[in-house]
């Protein structure tokens, strides 16, 4: 067994070579969970705004 230490750059550089054929993949993975984050934490201000005005 290897035990040799990497640097968090190989390690990086080691762990994104095996998506470079998913890339559009990996971004619209991570997009989609970024716009469900924010609506996640807008919902509730419309909700706010909904019942305060009426």
């Not at 290897?2 to 998913?22: G, H, I, M, P, V």
């Not at 919902?43 to 019942?51: C, F, G, N, S, V």
């Amino acid at each position: 067994m290897d035990n040799k230490q990497y640097s968090t750059r190989e390690l990086f550089r080691r762990f994104a070579s095996y998506f470079k054929k998913y890339r559009f993949t990996l971004w619209m993975d991570l997009f989609c969970a970024a716009l469900t984050t924010v609506c996640e934490l807008v919902l509730p201000l419309i909700m706010r705004y909904i019942t305060n005005e009426g």
